[in-house]
C-alpha cells in the first residue's frame, strides 16, 4: 500500500530514520515547507542547509519555530492552497517548551487549522519513548509532551506513516 496526498498525514520516524527524506517524497513538484527550526548554533545551522540541499527547486520555505497557526494562515494568503510539509512537530514542540508554554494545549487547535487548509498537509515528528526513561525531568517532560501531541495528531490524520531506516510503514490509512 502507498500513500499519496491526502488532507493531513503524519509522518513518524526516530533521529535519522529518513522521516523527513520520506515526506518529502510524497510532493511531486515541491511545496510550501513550513520549518521549524532555528539555527541557534553552528550544528543545527549544518543541518538545516542539509535539508535544504536535498529539497532542491520546487519549494517555498516558510520558517517559523513557534506560532504554526500564524504560519499557516500567512501561507494561506500567499500560497492558496499550495501542499504544506511541515517539519518537524518534535522541534516545534522543544520550542514551545523551552518558551515556557504547552504544545498539548495548543495542538488540537492547530490540527483543525490544519485540516481547513485547501491543500494536502504532511507532518513530520519524531517518535519517541521507545527507549528508557530519561533520568532527567526536562527530557521526561519534553518526551511526555511530544507523545500526547503525535497521538492527537495521528488522531486527527488522514493517513500515518512510520519510518525506520529509510522504510515506511502504513499505520493508518483513509480517503
Same mark, same amino acid.
Given at each position: 500500500?502507498?500513500?499519496?496526498?491526502?488532507?493531513?498525514?503524519?509522518?513518524?520516524?526516530?533521529?535519522?530514520?529518513?522521516?523527513?527524506?520520506?515526506?518529502?517524497?510524497?510532493?511531486?513538484?515541491?511545496?510550501?515547507?513550513?520549518?521549524?527550526?532555528?539555527?541557534?548554533?553552528?550544528?543545527?545551522?549544518?543541518?538545516?542547509?542539509?535539508?535544504?540541499?536535498?529539497?532542491?527547486?520546487?519549494?517555498?520555505?516558510?520558517?517559523?519555530?513557534?506560532?504554526?497557526?500564524?504560519?499557516?494562515?500567512?501561507?494561506?494568503?500567499?500560497?492558496?492552497?499550495?501542499?504544506?510539509?511541515?517539519?518537524?512537530?518534535?522541534?516545534?514542540?522543544? /520550542?514551545?517548551?523551552?518558551?515556557?508554554?504547552?504544545?498539548?494545549?495548543?495542538?488540537?487547535?492547530?490540527?483543525?487549522?490544519?485540516?481547513?487548509?485547501?491543500?494536502?498537509?504532511?507532518?513530520?515528528?519524531?517518535?519517541?519513548?521507545?527507549?528508557?526513561?530519561?533520568? /532527567?525531568?526536562?527530557?521526561?517532560?519534553?518526551?511526555?509532551?511530544?507523545?500526547?501531541? /503525535?497521538?492527537?495528531?495521528?488522531?486527527?490524520?488522514?493517513?500515518?506513516?512510520?519510518?525506520?531506516?529509510?522504510?515506511?510503514?502504513?499505520?493508518?490509512?483513509? /480517503?
Amino acid at each position: 500500500m502507498s500513500v499519496s496526498l491526502s488532507p493531513l498525514t503524519l509522518v513518524l520516524g526516530g533521529q535519522r530514520s529518513g522521516k523527513s527524506a520520506y515526506g518529502e517524497s510524497l510532493f511531486k513538484n515541491g511545496g510550501v515547507y513550513l520549518a521549524t527550526g532555528d539555527a541557534s548554533d553552528e550544528e543545527m545551522a549544518q543541518r538545516i542547509d542539509a535539508h535544504q540541499q536535498r529539497r532542491g527547486e520546487g519549494w517555498v520555505t516558510v520558517e517559523e519555530p513557534m506560532d504554526l497557526g500564524r504560519a499557516l494562515h500567512r501561507i494561506e494568503k500567499l500560497h492558496d492552497d499550495q501542499p504544506v510539509l511541515i517539519d518537524s512537530l518534535g522541534m516545534w514542540v522543544s /520550542n514551545v517548551l523551552h518558551k515556557g508554554q504547552s504544545p498539548v494545549l495548543m495542538i488540537e487547535p492547530l490540527v483543525h487549522q490544519m485540516l481547513k487548509h485547501q491543500g494536502p498537509i504532511v507532518v513530520i515528528s519524531d517518535q519517541v519513548g521507545l527507549g528508557i526513561v530519561p533520568m /532527567n525531568a526536562v527530557a521526561r517532560a519534553y518526551i511526555d509532551a511530544l507523545g500526547l501531541v /503525535n497521538q492527537i495528531t495521528a488522531h486527527h490524520a488522514n493517513q500515518a506513516v512510520l519510518v525506520t531506516a529509510g522504510l515506511a510503514q502504513i499505520l493508518k490509512a483513509q /480517503n
